[in-house]
């Protein structure tokens, strides 16, 4: 579906909202690796991180310190390559001290997520991933109001562990997606088995399968698991590209299948 857009969205082809019912259970580092895997899948890719409170994408992408520039027609987002396959937007460009914590209220929120919606000069994108707060708050609401003014959604995706699965959360998050006509893309369950640093072998030290089920009940679409890899978090901790650095892990197979499911459900070459 090609998108109906303006201004800085104009060639924005696809945007995908990544959401999560509780904080910490990997919707930044899905948000990251998704990019990265598009971006090797020969895509152009946006990040836009909306998540005000904790912008953690700029360390995982190894570009904290970068100052954003203003153009004719806006900002210009901080890239990661020379090439400019892969852009990002996030608060914590715009903070003096990256860890400063953001203790807005709710108007400023909505007005920095409708200037970074409107005035991001993002150039031509295949896929534009939106990094959203955990939880469904105010942030959600400012960004579908204002994408809907300058482009379309083609959805979101919602990141879930195989324990917070069974919580009411997620549950919430979805619910939201349906009264807001937001289309459910898919659900991954991240963190599902644990992945032995010694011998690569997973073991499903919690639960498992509670994202295919939880999707299966809501009549979603399951995209896949990651699972839980202490090379993943070293690799993000480091800004390493995970992808780059482990190309034959089961975790980059899982990420790239993930991948490749999103590009086919999107009907993107
Ligand atoms: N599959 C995984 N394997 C290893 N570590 C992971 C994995 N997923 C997430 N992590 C680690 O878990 C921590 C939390 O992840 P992340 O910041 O992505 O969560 P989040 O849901 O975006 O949190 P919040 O929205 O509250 O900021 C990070 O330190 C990250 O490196
Ligand atoms: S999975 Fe195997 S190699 Fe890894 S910690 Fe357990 S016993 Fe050791």
């Given at each position: 579906?090609?998108?109906?857009?303006?201004?800085?969205?104009?060639?924005?082809r696809?945007?995908?909202?990544?959401?999560?019912?509780?904080?910490?259970?990997?919707?930044?580092t899905?948000?990251?690796?998704?990019?990265l895997?598009?971006?090797h899948a020969?895509?152009?890719?946006?990040i836009?991180?909306?998540?005000?409170?904790?912008?953690s994408?700029?360390?995982m992408?190894?570009?904290?310190?970068?100052?954003v520039?203003?153009?004719?027609?806006?900002?210009?987002p901080?890239y990661t390559?020379?090439?400019?396959?892969?852009?990002?937007?996030?608060?914590g460009?715009?903070?003096?001290d990256?860890?400063?914590?953001?203790?807005?209220?709710?108007?400023?929120k909505?007005?920095?997520?409708?200037?970074?919606?409107?005035d991001v000069?993002?150039?031509?994108l295949?896929?534009?991933?939106?990094?959203?707060?955990?939880?469904?708050?105010?942030?959600?609401?400012?960004?579908?109001?204002?994408?809907?003014?300058?482009s379309?959604?083609?959805?979101a995706?919602?990141?879930?562990?195989?324990?917070?699965?069974s919580?009411?959360?997620?549950r919430?998050?979805?619910?939201?997606?349906?009264?807001?006509?937001?289309?459910?893309?898919?659900?991954?369950?991240?963190?599902s088995?644990?992945v032995?640093?010694?011998?690569?072998?997973c073991?499903?030290?919690?639960s498992?399968?509670?994202?295919?089920?939880l999707a299966?009940?809501t009549?979603?679409?399951?995209?896949?698991s990651?699972?839980?890899d202490p090379?993943l978090?070293?690799s993000?901790?480091?800004?390493?590209d995970?992808i780059?650095?482990?190309?034959n892990?089961?975790?980059?197979?899982?990420?790239?299948?993930?991948c490749?499911?999103?590009?086919?459900n999107?009907?993107?070459d």
């Amino acid at each position: 579906m090609e998108q109906n857009t303006d201004g800085n969205m104009a060639q924005v082809r696809h945007v995908v909202l990544v959401l999560s019912g509780k904080g910490g259970v990997g919707k930044s580092t899905i948000t990251t690796e998704l990019a990265l895997a598009l971006r090797h899948a020969g895509k152009k890719v946006g990040i836009l991180d909306v998540d005000l409170c904790g912008p953690s994408i700029p360390r995982m992408l190894s570009i904290v310190r970068s100052d954003v520039h203003q153009c004719d027609s806006g900002w210009v987002p901080v890239y990661t390559d020379a090439q400019k396959t892969l852009a990002l937007m996030s608060i914590g460009f715009l903070l003096e001290d990256p860890d400063e914590a953001v203790v807005w209220r709710g108007p400023k929120k909505t007005a920095l997520i409708g200037q970074f919606v409107s005035d991001v000069a993002w150039g031509e994108l295949d896929v534009l991933l939106v990094d959203t707060p955990p939880g469904t708050s105010d942030e959600h609401l400012a960004v579908l109001e204002n994408m809907k003014k300058h482009s379309s959604i083609d959805g979101a995706i919602l990141v879930t562990t195989p324990q917070a699965v069974s919580t009411g959360d997620v549950r919430r998050e979805i619910t939201f997606c349906k009264k807001t006509g937001v289309k459910i893309l898919g659900i991954i369950e991240n963190m599902s088995g644990f992945v032995c640093p010694h011998c690569s072998e997973c073991s499903n030290v919690f639960s498992k399968g509670g994202g295919e089920e939880l999707a299966k009940l809501t009549g979603s679409v399951f995209l896949g698991s990651v699972p839980l890899d202490p090379l993943l978090s070293s690799s993000l901790e480091e800004g390493k590209d995970f992808i780059q650095s482990f190309p034959n892990s089961a975790t980059f197979s899982a990420i790239n299948s993930i991948c490749q499911t999103l590009l086919n459900n999107l009907e993107i070459d």
